[in-house]
């Protein structure tokens, strides 16, 4: 039985189809949020994307091809943030940020050396980033190795024990009463306070931050929970 189509029908089965058929390479999905204003909206929407990711309703936004394109030319980061290199702190998938929404700062031990500094200040000065974050994490192997160096049990190549000298002035003030995670906690808190301060110790940090420049936030992350506990 031969059946004869209309052209009409024709037309109609290929919309349907076209319209059931998932898209191959789906484009980059609009945006509701306005590039912040200021370090305080800054804040918050880093808090609201970690919130998501905390609850696992990530929207992986600008991801996609297009968003890519649009960046080529330029970049225009609404917050610095300085972190750990431990495999299980990627800041972006944190704070469900996508290309070109932070200017990240990845070193052991969120230490502040010179390279350090000169991002941040590269960040501040040429982009015009507003929010600066210092974000330690819960369970740091860099800081450690610091409490294993202060206590005398333990023995690290040279170039970690230099990395360990950057810390150890930070946790000079833990109480000593603290003991196992209790401790390795308050040494983790302390760390960022201590970055922090050496940041705004310095004669330029400091005239950034009276100037309005950039606002500074120490933050820790809870590898548990996935989310970022800030320190303000």
């Excluded at 039985?1 to 189809?17: D, K």
């Excluded at 390795?184 to 100037?211: C, H, I, T, Y």
């Amino acid at each position: 039985m031969i059946t004869h189509f209309t052209r009409r029908q024709i037309l109609a089965s290929a919309g349907a189809a076209t319209f059931l058929t998932p898209l191959v390479e789906a484009t980059e999905p609009p945006t509701s949020e306005p590039f912040p204003r200021d370090g305080t909206e800054a804040l918050s929407r880093l808090k609201a994307g970690n919130a998501r990711f905390a609850e696992g309703k990530t929207r992986h936004a600008h991801e996609g091809a297009d968003w890519r394109k649009q960046l080529v030319a330029d970049q225009k980061p609404f917050a610095i943030v300085l972190g750990c290199s431990d495999s299980r702190v990627p800041t972006e998938l944190v704070f469900d940020q996508g290309f070109g929404d932070l200017f990240v700062i990845r070193v052991a031990g969120n230490v502040i050396d010179t390279d350090v500094v000169g991002s941040i200040q590269y960040a501040v000065r040429h982009l015009k980033t507003q929010l600066l974050v210092v974000m330690g994490h819960e369970g740091c192997g860099a800081v450690t190795a610091t409490l294993a160096a202060i206590d005398g049990t333990a023995k690290e190549p040279r170039f970690v024990e230099a990395l360990a000298k950057r810390i150890e002035p930070g946790l000079k003030g833990l109480d000593r009463q603290l003991v196992g995670t209790a401790r390795l906690s308050a040494a983790v808190e302390a760390n960022v306070r201590w970055a922090e301060k050496q940041l705004a110790s310095f004669p330029e940090g400091k005239k950034a931050l009276e100037d309005k420049a950039v606002m500074l936030v120490g933050a820790v992350y809870e590898l548990n929970t996935g989310r970022v506990r800030f320190l303000v």
